[in-house]
């Protein structure tokens, strides 16, 4: 079967076909439209020797870093959220910083992992996107074709030990009914970082611009009649992580999550 018979034939809600596929090459795009029955996760993963702070940090700010699970050092399997899970090649993308800068972003990370690796998961916005659908809220970026954009904000988070850092959000356009609604949803999942930070009001959270997102990607238009809704974001570790200036670390490469085999919560309607 050639490559692109190979990927049409895909059970893309399948979450242990897609790991495969991503490990294989055969997949190779974002991941928040894939395996949507099921959590996502931000990947984070820390030396040994840090990894008890980490996990403070995270548990001190758990909008922006609610945990889903922690690995052992070393090992790039997680049973507790996965079946046959490679950490280090599953995501298809991933960022590696050493002493606090960004230095690789390769599709496997096999060639940076150590054996004092430390992987975290970290709960996901693609994860509360797919209730937030279910409930019948418009997204608008995802019509497009686009994810979520992100900004980094003038709130502190926490610290604890070497992390600390500015919260990054996660922002998505939406009418004023849906934004209601997205906040009484997300407000159930704090596992996926729950309730917004702000509704309507970028310069609440510092932010001059939503042309200037977190990485430079993202839906950054609000047309009218829609308000910017910001949550907090996962990639708030990533300002961690450069402030605690480790010599090695890795993240998830932007919009390219952990699948894991948990189901998605049922929601009730509100």
């Not at 001190?60 to 899970?85: C, F, K, S, T, V």
């Not at 409930?135 to 604890?160: F, I, K, Q």
Request: hydrophobic content about 40%.
């Amino acid at each position: 079967m050639n490559d692109a018979a190979s990927l049409a034939a895909l059970d893309h809600s399948d979450p242990r076909a897609m790991r495969r596929a991503i490990r294989d090459g055969r997949f190779t795009g974002f991941t928040n439209l894939v395996a949507r029955g099921h959590v996502q996760g931000n990947l984070i993963a820390v030396p040994a020797v840090h990894a008890d702070d980490f996990e403070a940090y995270a548990r001190a700010n758990p909008e922006a870093l609610p945990l889903l699970g922690r690995g052992e050092p070393g090992r790039r399997d997680m049973p507790g959220i996965a079946d046959d899970l490679d950490i280090a090649r599953d995501t298809g993308g991933y960022m590696v910083f050493r002493d606090g800068e960004l230095v690789d972003t390769p599709r496997d990370a096999s060639a940076h992992w150590r054996d004092d690796l430390v992987p975290f998961v970290i709960g996901c916005s693609f994860s509360f996107e797919a209730l937030l659908q279910r409930a019948g809220v418009r997204l608008r970026h995802l019509e497009e074709g686009d994810v979520s954009a992100m900004y980094e904000t003038t709130r502190e988070t926490v610290p604890v030990g070497p992390f600390g850092g500015k919260l990054i959000v996660s922002m998505r356009a939406l009418t004023p009914a849906d934004a209601i609604r997205a906040t009484l949803v997300s407000a159930r999942h704090p596992g996926f970082h729950g309730a917004p930070v702000s509704l309507g009001l970028p310069e609440d959270l510092g932010i001059a611009s939503l042309e200037d997102s977190y990485g430079g990607h993202g839906m950054k238009r609000v047309l009218p009649g829609e308000l910017p809704v910001f949550w907090a974001c996962g990639a708030t570790g990533q300002n961690a992580l450069r402030a605690a200036r480790l010599p090695l670390a890795i993240t998830h490469y932007k919009a390219h999550m952990v699948i894991t085999d948990l189901p998605l919560p049922e929601d009730m309607p509100s």
